[in-house]
């Protein structure tokens, strides 16, 4: 078995150095040809890194009117202190509102989960119960498989993300899709039109003052008691509210394979998303995304187990960009 893997792996790589360099020659051959287009090689896409580091995405399945959303918000701070740059979040609406919840919520849920998920927090697509902790150590140790990022484009009505990704490792006959979502940080309140985000306080954890939702209590870090992740007073807020993603996508998003020139076979180093490669997603702008106080960008890589009959999520990586 053992003379068998590396065998393929030898092979797979002979092949593809061969390919490459086949590649690289005629890039060469053609490239003293002066052209009137803009050179490929200024896309800040080129510059832009893809980190050899596990993200880790806490997922909490939600209903916005639903005090527990307060604790859940509270929740998300905490264990982002945890591990502090390496965790990020998200919340989909599981309301039947049709205000905030995206059409592609239900695909979600059934796509990503083994089973509908409990209102509870889960890292990256995992149900783990209480070991939250131990999940988030276990998962930021594990050396990556593949990482992203993006670059977006405000378009007036719509936003473009173009994702990037980066292999780190040899991986065959293994298909990886690849997706981008808008978010939206909200505060417990009626926006009017529908857009209702107004949370009933939980007696100890959270309270109403002049109107506003806010914590009742002061938390300290997990990783270090000295330090006060919470206090009394500051206010909640619905972070990472899933608002959708484009609109042709399929929810684990885009097909890898179909862009590899090697179809389900990976090396490290392989990069995707650049001009020869192009990763592209169009979020339209909604009421729900103008209305948000902050908007993110969440991009994911999921890993499809035929096995299991489930996309196991990688990576992610997000950033603000309102």
């Known amino acids: 078995m053992f003379y068998l893997c590396n065998f393929l792996t030898n092979d797979y790589s002979k092949m593809k150095n061969t390919l490459i360099f086949g590649l690289a020659m005629l890039v060469f051959s053609t490239s003293c040809k002066k052209s009137d287009d803009n050179n490929a090689y200024d896309d ?19 209903g916005p009117n639903d005090p527990a959303s307060g604790v859940a918000a509270g929740l998300f701070k905490v264990y982002q202190d945890f591990l502090p740059g390496s965790v990020f979040t998200l919340n989909i609406p599981s309301s039947n509102n049709i205000a905030f919840k995206p059409d592609i919520t239900d695909s979600i849920l059934i796509t990503f989960f083994k089973k509908p998920p409990m ?6 697509n995992e149900y783990v119960g209480l070991e939250l902790e131990e999940a988030i150590s276990e998962i930021a140790q594990r ?27 040899f991986i065959y006959l293994t298909s990886f899709y690849v997706v981008s979502y808008l978010l939206g940080d909200f505060e417990p309140k009626d926006y009017g039109g529908g857009i209702n985000f107004t949370t009933p306080a939980v007696p100890g954890v959270t309270e109403v003052v002049d109107g506003k939702l806010s914590f009742a209590v002061d938390v300290k870090s997990l990783r270090d008691t000295s330090i006060t992740v919470i206090r009394k007073g500051d206010p909640v807020m619905h972070y990472s509210v899933l608002i959708g993603t484009d609109s042709i996508a399929f929810a684990p998003g885009i097909l890898l394979d179909t862009i590899n020139f090697f179809g389900s076979s990976y090396d490290a180093g392989d990069i995707f998303g650049l001009p020869e490669t192009p990763i ?43």
């Open 119 to 124: 209102p509870a927090l889960h890292v990256n």
């Open 280 to 322: 592209r997603f169009r979020i339209p702008k909604t009421t729900l995304s103008e209305a948000a106080d902050k908007l993110h960008v969440l991009t994911l890589i999921f890993r499809y187990n035929p096995a299991m009959g489930q996309y196991v999520l990688q990576n992610s990586y997000q950033t603000r960009i309102r």
């Open 143 to 169: 050396k990556p498989t593949a990482g992203v990022n993006h670059l977006v484009t405000d378009k007036g009505d719509h936003y473009e993300i173009r994702a990037k990704v980066k292999f780190f490792d």
């Open 44 to 62: 800040p896409l080129f510059a832009l890194t893809v980190e050899e580091k596990n993200f880790i995405l806490l997922t909490n399945t939600y």
